[in-house]
């Protein structure tokens, strides 16, 4: 570890700026490991230099790779240690990244967790449950939005699957940014809004797929963003959305698509043992006097599971059995029921492996978007909102993102450091 003087800190600092307030620099804040209570933590700098800031005060202008710092939760505070030493314990510990390659790691000790990497800017105070550490991200758009598309698909597909894959994941950004508000920063790292798990390994083809479709989101009819709901394999059609979800859009309608028919999660079976199967239907409503009676055929998706005219809704049946999809027939073989299915997830919206395979076939990512979503419009957000035209469109401006502040934990960098810069020249 090693401290720098006021004009490295300041051009640092610069950098920071500038991209903040650039129109292609918006800031994301990304709690991490919101679903488990963290006790103790690492943080450790793998490339650029960090400025540490404990309670609005410069601690250290700058320490550089291989600097760590141990972060463990005390009361209603955040006990620090860097490289071995006590710092002592403050309210909220701060390490923003001077300019663009600041890469840090995070590695929870209480509970073990493996060690992942995150660009940018790292938060942490207590949570306010007091129940461990809240660890924020901070990062720019195309960061955040290249970590979820790499965390949701892998890195072994063509550009324009990555190009829809993209457009989707920040049409879910733009329509949800401010979801965790009232925790601290905008949205969570895990499914609750999108797969986050850091850069991973920073795929090129990831990062040149987002920055290509900068400000690309999809739209419905009314002008707002869609629900851009996708699965990994739909066996041939997809499913309505008021199968799944209660709620009818009119953008996620049921499609045939042959490109996913020979993929891995295409087929798949199931053996249940009849006695249980036919305790379940009993307990639904669903009593029959022979075996035979309960057989099913779904050549195209279904919404429920019929017999004699007693219907039970098919996703209550793969959530109770633990199924792939609710694209399955249903036939015996001998004591068990045998399920034969098609398909990997609820089967609503883009199918990504049947998505791959248009790639594969030299489908752009537009014709992609528009097989799956019906009736919709797919917009460069970014050139709409600085038009007149849009600025006149209260129903696409209410869905401006940045529209509003940001919450108070994501202002990494403000007067507090301004002010201690000059204390260094000094």
């Given amino acids: ?77 955040v006990r620090l240690r860097i490289s071995g030493e006590s710092m002592g314990t403050f309210s909220s510990v ?158 996620l309608r049921s499609v045939r698509d042959e490109h996913c028919t020979y993929e891995q999660g295409a087929r798949w079976q199931k053996r249940i043992a009849l006695s249980e199967w036919r305790d379940y239907m009993s307990r639904s409503g669903i009593r029959v006097k022979t075996p035979r009676q309960l057989e099913f055929e779904q050549p195209l998706r279904k919404k429920y599971y019929e017999v004699n ?10 959530h109770r059995f633990g199924l792939r999809s609710t694209f399955f027939d249903v036939g015996l073989a001998g004591g068990d029921v045998l399920l034969t299915g098609r398909g990997y997830g609820h089967g609503v919206g883009l199918c990504q492996e049947g998505a791959i395979q248009m790639a594969e076939r030299g489908w752009g990512c537009e014709k992609i978007l528009r097989h799956y979503y019906k009736n919709t419009s797919i917009i460069n957000f970014n050139k709409a909102r600085s038009t007149q035209a849009m600025q006149q469109d209260s129903m696409l401006f209410l869905f401006n993102p940045w529209r509003n502040e940001l919450p108070d934990t994501t202002t990494f960098v403000d007067d507090v450091v301004a002010r201690d810069s000059v204390e260094v020249q000094e």
């Fill in 94 to 251: 701060k390490a923003v990244g001077m300019g663009d390659e600041g890469l840090f790691s995070i590695t929870c000790l209480n509970p073990l967790q493996p060690t992942l990497s995150y660009a940018q800017h790292a938060f942490i105070r207590s949570a306010k449950d007091g129940s461990g550490l809240l660890i924020v991200n901070q990062l720019d758009e195309r960061f955040y939005l290249s970590g979820v598309v790499e965390a949701e698909t892998g890195c072994a597909a063509k550009p324009e699957f990555f190009k829809a894959q993209a457009i989707l994941s920040r049409t879910y950004l733009y329509a949800h940014f401010n979801r965790h508000g009232k925790d601290g920063f905008n949205l969570c790292d895990g499914v609750h809004c999108q797969a986050y798990k850091g850069l991973l390994t920073r795929c090129r083809r990831i990062r040149a797929a987002v920055n290509e479709t900068e400000g690309t989101i999809v739209i419905d009819g009314e002008k707002r963003p869609i629900t851009p709901s996708f699965h990994a394999n739909c066996g041939g059609q997809t499913c309505h959305s008021e199968n799944v979800w209660r709620e009818k859009l009119p953008y």
């Fill in 309 to 318: 005219g007693k219907k039970v809704e098919l996703t209550k049946i793969r």
């Fill in 1 to 77: 570890m090693k401290t720098t003087g006021y004009r490295q800190l300041c051009c640092g600092l610069a950098a920071y700026f500038c991209l903040t307030f650039s129109l292609c620099a918006q800031k994301v804040s990304v709690g991490l490991f919101f679903d488990m209570p963290v006790k103790t933590a690492t943080f450790a700098v793998q490339s650029g230099s960090y400025a540490i800031i404990v309670d609005d005060t410069l601690l250290i202008a700058a320490v550089d790779r291989g600097a760590a710092m141990l972060l463990s939760s005390s009361g209603s505070g």
